[in-house]
């Protein structure tokens, strides 16, 4: 390969950014004399309502945020690829994972063990366990220092900045054991999931995208079933909602909807922040309703009404399943389209074919860049959603006077900014914007 010391500067000055990025983010002097500014948004003569001086600043700081996370990762390990850096490593690995050299631990990852024997030949043949060994440990090895590359930015934004703009209520100890359990679970669930990538690459040589989007459709439906219950209680205390006003109130949402479910639980959100927020999660039977606990405390209970309202549309309208069939339908096109790439590609990256594990940090540039150019599409689908959810809300609620109320107290308290450019709306905005939301309710008042 050519050029091998550019890139290899270039990723050297990569580095710097990610370390003194947070710093020039912080010497900006914004996030010092957020303290200062008022969070209460105003209105125009019209009723319009005006972000807040707050939020307006917090934004100047995480626009710029969002757009380095977006690019600065691919350009990282493409820079890695090129200038021979996962090459080296696939090669120091394979040295240690020499069957008399390899360690307990690895020998133990490696095996194929009672797995091997339930295996076909073929496949223990087309992967060694030497090679398996030197697989995951590139997998986890890699994902490792991703997530040690985001530890400046992610500490700058959700400890210093979040209690710059009063946004946190969590000690220093606590932000780090949630990172270290995020991390932890990135690299269970992305290691081993890359790792299985180049497996079946191996055992499945030209048919591997057809298993490999199956596994990953039956992943996501699994981790969808035990996030509520396995990965949930590993961040907040999880109680089902008890307040006999508030759940009369569902069953009577619930009946008017004409569904059975009343599955609503309360998260102890307030240990960490202030913000508020809920979320409709689960599948069949295990689909529920969370709320923060920050949203019972401060709100009256016509807001919480509304705000249950529209988790009641997301469960009407199926968007968990919907947005899983989406999304496995997307990641297997995506694979094909991997498959493609890698074909065209191994040998101008000096890899020794297709699956070759030293490609992985290729492989995952371009399986962010992809997904970052499918974000505005992924998020004008999640607007879209969020659209019907809030007209759902609004026609079982009969409630437009508190669903206003509610969206302009929630900018107040989670520092939202109400309205943004066409593009970063296009780009960013999971929900349409705050003030298009109000609009719709306003509009209800009028038509109903
Ligand atoms: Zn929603």
Redesign the pocket.
């Known amino acids: 390969m050519r050029h091998q010391g550019v890139y290899r500067w270039t990723l050297f000055a990569l580095l710097i950014v990610i370390v003194i990025s947070p710093l020039l983010y912080w010497s900006t002097g914004i996030g010092q004399s957020a303290a200062g500014l008022s969070a209460e948004i105003s209105h125009q003569p019209d009723g319009t309502p005006v972000s807040s001086p707050k939020a307006m600043a917090l934004h100047r700081l995480s626009l710029p945020m969002r757009v380095e996370r977006l690019l600065i990762y691919p350009l990282l390990l493409i820079c890695f690829q090129l200038s021979g850096g996962s090459l080296a490593l696939r090669r120091w690995l394979e040295e240690r994972a020499q069957p008399g050299l390899s360690s307990r631990p690895t020998r133990l990852m490696g095996t194929w063990g009672w797995v091997g024997r339930l295996a076909p030949r073929t496949w223990r043949q087309r992967m060694p366990g030497r090679d398996l060994r030197v697989i995951l440990l590139l997998a986890l090895a890699l994902q490792v220092a991703l997530s040690l590359l985001e530890f400046p930015l992610d500490f700058y934004n959700g400890f210093v900045l979040a209690h710059q703009f009063g946004l946190s209520t969590q000690t220093l100890v606590g932000w780090a054991s949630d990172w270290s359990k995020n991390s932890l679970i990135a690299l269970v669930m992305n290691g081993l999931g890359w790792a299985g990538l180049y497996s079946l690459m191996r055992l499945v040589p030209h048919r591997w995208p057809i298993p490999a989007g199956a596994l990953m459709m039956l992943l996501s439906v699994v981790l969808v079933l035990i996030t509520p219950v396995l990965i949930t209680p590993l961040f907040y205390k999880v109680q089902p909602l008890v307040d006999p006003a508030l759940r009369a109130r569902i069953l009577t949402l619930a009946e008017r909807a004409g569904m059975d479910g009343d599955e609503v639980y309360v998260i102890n959100a307030s240990a960490k922040t202030t913000r508020v927020n809920a979320?409709?999660t689960g599948l069949g039977d295990a689909r529920r309703i969370v709320l923060y606990d920050t949203l019972l405390r401060g709100y009256t209970p016509d807001q919480v009404e509304v705000v249950l309202a529209?988790?009641m549309?997301?469960w009407y309208y199926r968007h968990v399943a919907v947005g899983l069939l989406g999304a496995g339908a997307a990641s297997w096109i995506g694979l094909f389209g991997l498959r493609w790439l890698l074909g065209r590609t191994w040998r101008l990256l000096g890899l020794s074919g297709p699956a070759d594990p030293a490609g992985l940090p290729y492989l995952m540039a371009a399986v962010a860049i992809v997904a970052a150019l499918a974000l505005p599409v992924q998020n004008s689908l999640s607007r879209y959603?969020?659209s019907q959810?809030?007209r759902f809300s609004l026609a079982l609620s009969q409630k437009p006077a508190a669903s206003v109320e509610l969206l302009e107290r929630l900018a107040v308290h989670n520092l939202s900014v109400v309205d943004a450019p066409a593009w970063e709306r296009f780009i960013f905005y999971t929900?349409p914007p705050i003030v298009e939301r109000i609009r719709m309710a306003e509009r209800h008042t009028e038509t109903n």
């Open positions: 979320y409709f529209h988790e549309g997301h959603g969020e959810a809030d929900h």
